[in-house]
């Protein structure tokens, strides 16, 4: 051990302070992927009419507004807005603004459709939480002005779109009217807000457009009172349903006087068919209305009268009209039949045409056809064609044209929820000798081009030969292990329940699968993935069957909502088994622990505190009944403040299981509400690995880590604290932390960083924690480090002592004795706020950590742990100094060179995942977000191998050269002997 | 005719923080705070290009709310409670300091702007980089002493001294001497350098 101390020691002197990642300009993506996603669409206006690049402008439940080309799918621009910023509608104004309403209708903002550039952004008053409306009229002038028309929190705000001035607004506030529609009729100057007031009362405003001064208020009761929205069919007549939601009421309201008509349903349909909904399609003179699964089209006639027009089995969507030549509009229609999907393109007016008819077959794993959008286009033949986007329910995008998908985006990948990895096949032998020879010939011919351009000899279309090469390696993209581990699979969860195996050489995705136990059913109304874990990892005595992987969710949004699990082959993709389960999934916790098939042992915690043992098979639970006392486990109650220790105490009462156990709570800690709020808490990841419990410090003299599996950090910080940012004063702020041993239950150290407050991001690893919080009174952000050490061990220094026999390495530790431990801690400044913390974590666990930082920025920062070391001080001793501590400085060092991500951005950052790989010196760095990124860092540089710009051909050049030297110079002495022999 | 003052009040309230303070009241709970972006030498350097400006977001309280800027460089957030607040620039390729910013309720319209960084007090709420980033090691060009340098270099050197140097080392030797010492060596039982090598072993 002492030499591999030895060696640490030499790693970290070997290593340079400055920056252990660094990276050259034509090194991206050689290491690395990114991947730009924009989640799942839900508005889509088309911006087509223009000759040049066709597009489409989204927004999506990311809050992404980005322009993409309708070609290719590559996304022209794209902002990913805040995540309390969503946007509530999209539209384009004047051809060349596309505007965007957010922030529940109070921030709109304009930008600019080629590239966009924002143009102007406007904060709109208003205080009443309402309906959040966006018109833009094509040719509703004042003063020159384009106008848009913006209802939001009781305001109709006219707003100028050329700066975003408020032109006019219209207080509703005070009206008590809930305003359901703005209507613009194209050729007035009248505004119509119409709404309910209370549930039985319908009130229209006409307003004159053009200085928003009330014209007109009528209003008029309809005792059986309204439910749910209204929609506008056409320009003078709303639908809605009534309260008993049995009649469909057509409301006439731009008459003098406003006229409902009242429809039973039954009547109209003939028979009862449920509950109905009217989808929100504007669909011009039609509306359509959902039975659970039947679809029925009901046109709206003069007089408010309503006639059955189709009745549509397997109907998943429908679009909003979209008008065309000569006044005439269309709409689609999306079926699923059989397997396929149907596809069709009805005009409004005459509804037995079917202007296009097509069957599209789809894969599977897209599931079900959620949302669609029309857009037309003139064929060569000047006739019209139309093109439909759809959105799926895994939130993938398509384009259909043609009967064809021109392209699809697998959207679903930027609401990722959990990540785990799964190993490669093994290579098989038998590689034909033909190919070596080819392969050698490409070999030699590469590295010639490599040492041409290490020479810097390379011409530029060499420079762009070697780059190719480099990046399409297909080393990197095979599917089978590599030495090194580099190669994984990355087995990622989304938020539709999709999940997908990615590649962690090129990332493309290898399989991906939509969890028919995470879709919704008769029996699961509401189903969220929750996380996924290994569940069989096979390498030694179960070598021929496939890994698998763990999916736990549960049927609704609340916790105590019953679990589905489900178990996923990660080579074929394939869903082996599911299972319905008839408690609730509180907890996953993966036992350290596998059978004879190398299925890991997983101890599910419901909602009431019992826990459930999976595999059910009696193999496992014998092997869990010999550890039956040694399962400890905790939860956190953030709300009421309370963590609480559990153990195992029997079987289940009342319910005949053997699966199931009983717990008791062995301790609880309670925080005075008064004064204390959890806020977050970070535990050691179960697969880290220590390699040693030693440190050797300056003057040879050694320190022991406290080392314990069931260390939990937790920070709380003062209730008056915990709302809004610059708000507490810091006198009445702090931030309170903990480390707390699981087990016991018992605090190792609580410290109190006065004057500071949330957010609180930490990483607990070894036997160290780092925190990042605000520090009110410097208003800066700030990082802390706190070590653990265990005293009890220091005895155990003498080596004679070990020789003789005389220390307590032996000895029993007792969780009920005292620990005998040492803390030590030490806080600097951090410039950036930050999103996520992670460490990096390795094979062994020799390699010396890097924290991963994500930044507001959305970019992930590498900084050595040892920049975060309590025992730095202003100067350190020469001893210290060889050790490698470094001299104390206040606030922590951003080293541009040291941005894992380099000059890009995950938008929308998330979570930072570190995968160790089967080389020490290298780990895995997962960042996702709305946008993927993947790479290979070395935390103290590759020690234990060679780079990959490592030149083989200069090496060969050498030896050759060597051997040739060898010669000439033999052959010179044997000639000079020979000649000294003839004198 | 109502209209109109209505008109006029919004239009001169919507402009003073253009023209003047970079704070101004506004009805309603908070205050808008206003302020400005500059980079000097946008566009000189490869890094950004002037387009991307429009990838600059103007952060409030670590992450509370988000703005970007307007062609012209301005941003502004609205609705802003009187406090203490924290402006962050989030710009790829630069490097800027947090603001701190003081709303107070009691005299509106003053600017409390302080960078956190070096604790500079800010006059205006303009914001500008203290450095540029650069997120790539730059490659050092082709040198003769990097070739030298790398292990095989040196072993590339090391045989031609012994090829080139050695030899001539021994011939300006002194044969006496050089016999003597080879001599003295033998004695030891040290093989010598000289007779490792083919010509110096001849000699002997």
């Given amino acids: 051990m002492d030499i591999r101390v030895f060696l640490l020691l030499l790693l970290v002197l070997v290593s340079s302070v400055e920056h252990g990642f660094s990276l050259y ?157 703005i209507i613009q009729p194209p050729e007035s100057y009248v505004i119509y807000a119409v709404g309910f007031v209370g549930s039985s009362q319908f009130d229209v405003y006409q307003i004159n457009a053009k200085s928003g001064e009330l014209l007109k208020h009528k209003s008029a009761a309809f005792p059986d009172g309204f439910y749910g929205e209204v929609l506008l069919v056409s320009s003078d007549m709303l639908v809605s349903l009534d309260a008993t939601r049995s009649n469909l009421v057509t409301i006439s309201f731009r008459k003098e006087e406003i006229s409902f008509s009242k429809t039973h349903i039954s009547y109209l349909v003939g028979e009862s068919l449920g509950i109905p909904v009217i989808l929100p399609s504007k669909l011009s003179g039609i509306l359509a209305v959902k039975f659970n699964t039947l679809l029925v089209f009901i046109r709206v006639k003069s007089e408010g009268k309503l006639e059955v027009v189709d009745k549509i089995a397997n109907a998943a969507a429908v679009s909003d009209a979209l008008s065309f030549s000569e006044g005439q509009q269309a709409f689609a229609l999306v079926e699923h039949v059989d397997g396929k999907i149907l596809l069709t393109v009805k005009l409004s007016h005459d509804w037995n045409s079917d202007f296009l008819k097509e069957s599209i077959a789809m894969d599977h794993q897209w599931g ?55 190993e490669l096949p093994v290579e098989k032998k038998g590689v034909s000798v033909a190919k070596v020879e080819q392969n050698l010939f490409e070999w030699l011919k590469g590295h010639v081009l490599k040492l041409k351009g290490t020479l810097m000899l390379a011409s530029p279309e060499d420079i762009a030969v070697i780059q190719d090469m480099r990046l399409k390696s297909s080393e990197k993209s095979k599917m089978t292990r590599d030495h090194n581990g580099f190669r994984k699979l990355l087995i990622v969860l989304t938020r539709a329940g999709k999940l997908y195996a990615l590649h962690t050489g090129d990332g493309r995705v290898i399989w991906s699968l939509l969890l028919p136990s995470l879709r919704k059913s008769g029996s699961c109304k509401h189903p969220t993935g929750l996380s996924v874990y290994q569940w069989q990892v ?405 020690y234990d191998s060679l780079t990959e710009d490592f030149s083989y051909a200069l090496l060969l050049l050498t030896i050759v050269a060597l051997i040739a030297a060898i010669f000439v110079t033999w052959v010179l002495s044997e000639k000079k002997e020979l000649q000294e022999k003839w004198r | 005719m109502r209209s109109q003052p209505v008109i006029l009040v919004l239009l001169v309230h919507l402009c003073i923080p253009f023209l003047s303070s970079s704070l101004a009241i506004s009805p309603g709970e908070g205050y808008t705070v206003n302020g400005r972006v500059k980079i000097p030498s946008l566009g000189a350097q490869g890094l950004v290009r002037p387009g991307k400006l429009s990838n600059i977001k103007v952060v409030l309280n670590g992450g509370q709310r988000f703005t970007l800027l307007r062609p012209d460089g301005y941003f502004s957030f609205h609705n802003v409670p009187a406090g203490t607040h924290l402006i962050e620039v989030d710009a790829i390729g630069y490097f800027f300091s947090p603001v701190r910013v003081d709303v107070s309720a009691r005299n509106p319209g003053k600017v409390q702007a302080t960078l ?89």
């Fill in chain 1, 538 to 942: 096979p390498h030694h005595h179960a070598m021929d069957e496939n890994p698998s992987v763990l999916v736990a969710g549960r049927c609704g949004p609340h916790w105590d909502a019953p679990g589905v699990l489900s178990f996923v082959d990660t080579y074929t993709g394939k869903e082996l088994n599911a299972l319905g389960l008839t408690h609730s999934v509180a907890q996953v916790i993966p036992l350290p622990f596998t059978d004879s098939t190398e299925q890991h042992l997983h101890l599910l915690i419901d909602s009431d505190q019992c826990a459930h043992l999976y595999p059910r098979t009696s193999e496992a639970i014998g092997i869990f009944q010999r550890e039956f006392s040694n399962i400890y486990w905790y939860s956190v109650e953030a709300d009421n403040g309370i963590i609480k220790g559990h153990a195992l105490r029997s079987n289940c009462i009342g319910v005949v299981d053997e699966y199931c156990f009983n717990s008791s709570d062995l301790w609880s800690i309670v925080f005075p509400s008064e004064s204390e709020k959890i806020i977050a808490t970070a535990t050691r990841k179960l697969n880290e690995v220590v390699h040693t419990q030693a440190k050797v410090i300056a003057d040879q003299d050694v320190m022991f880590k406290y080392i314990s599996k069931n260390l939990l950090f937790v920070a709380t910080i003062a209730p008056k604290a915990s709302g809004e940012f610059g708000k507490p004063t810091p006198e009445e702020s702090w931030l309170v932390v903990y480390l707390i041993d699981t087990v016991t239950g018992r605090i190792l150290h609580r410290m109190t960083h006065h004057g500071s407050q949330g957010p609180v991001h930490a990483v607990l690893s070894e036997n160290w924690v780092v925190y990042h919080y605000f520090n009110l009174r410097a208003h800066r952000y700030e990082m802390s480090v706190i070590e653990i050490y265990d005293l009890s061990r220091a005895e155990n220094k003498d080596v004679w002592k070990l020789l003789v026999g005389k220390h307590n390495l032996t000895s029993p530790i007792s969780l009920y004795s005292r620990p005998e431990v040492m803390t030590k801690s030490q806080s600097y400044f951090f410039t950036q706020s930050v999103k996520a913390l992670a460490v990096t974590s390795t094979a062994k666990g020799i390699t010396s950590k890097q924290l991963l930082i994500g930044t507001i920025g959305d970019q992930v920062l590498a900084l050595d742990k040892r920049y975060l070391d309590p025992r730095r001080s202003v100067n350190p001793t020469q001893a210290e100094k060889e050790e490698g501590i470094i001299p104390l400085s206040d606030s922590l060092p951003i080293i541009p060179q040291s941005y894992v991500t380099h000059a890009l951005k995950v938008e929308g950052l998330r979570g930072i995942v570190t995968l160790p790989t089967k080389l020490e010196s290298t780990t895995l760095v997962f960042a996702h977000g709305v946008d993927l990124f993947l790479t290979r860092i070395a935390p103290s540089r590759t």
């Fill in chain 2, 116 to 204: 956190t960084e070096n604790r500079r007090g800010l006059s205006e709420l303009v914001l500008e980089p203290l450095r540029e980033e650069q997120y790539y090691e730059i490659r050092e060009p082709f040198s003769i002493m990097s070739v030298v340098k790398s292990p095989m270099g040196l072993m590339m050197g090391f045989m031609l001294v012994v090829m080139f140097l050695m030899p001539k080392l021994m011939e300006n030797m002194d044969p006496e001497e050089m016999r003597r010492a080879q001599e003295e060596m033998r004695s030891q039982g040290v093989p010598s350098l000289a007779s490792l090598l083919p010509g110096g072993a001849a000699r002997s």
């Fill in chain 1, 368 to 422: 079900l056809v959620q949302k669609v959008f029309i857009n037309t286009y003139i064929r060569t033949d000047r006739s019209h064609g139309f093109r439909v986007l759809i959105v799926m329910e895994d939130h993938s995008l398509l384009l259909l044209q043609q009967g064809e998908i021109v392209w699809s985006r697998e959207e679903g990948l930027a609401s990722i929820i959990d990540v785990t990895t799964s």
């Fill in chain 1, 25 to 181: 300009e034509d090194q991206v993506g050689l290491m690395d992927w990114h991947q730009r996603y924009i989640g799942k669409v839900k508005h889509a206006v088309f911006h087509t009419q223009k000759t040049g690049r066709k597009r489409v402008v989204v927004s999506t439940e990311e809050n992404v507004v980005a322009s993409l080309d309708l070609r290719h799918a590559e996304i022209f621009w794209r902002h990913v807005l805040g995540t309390n910023d969503a946007v509530d509608a999209v539209d384009i104004a004047l051809g060349k603004y596309v505007i965007t309403l957010s922030s529940e209708g109070s921030i709109l903002r304009a930008w600019n459709l080629p590239d966009g550039q924002m143009v102007w952004e406007s904060f709109l008053q208003g205080s009443n939480p309402s309906k959040s409306l966006l018109s833009v009229p094509i040719n509703l002038k004042v003063d020159k002005d384009n106008v848009i028309l913006v209802f939001s929190k009781g305001f109709l705000h006219a707003v100028s779109s050329i700066d975003g001035d408020v032109l006019w607004d219209k207080d509703f506030s005070a009206e008590s009217i809930e305003v359901q529609q």
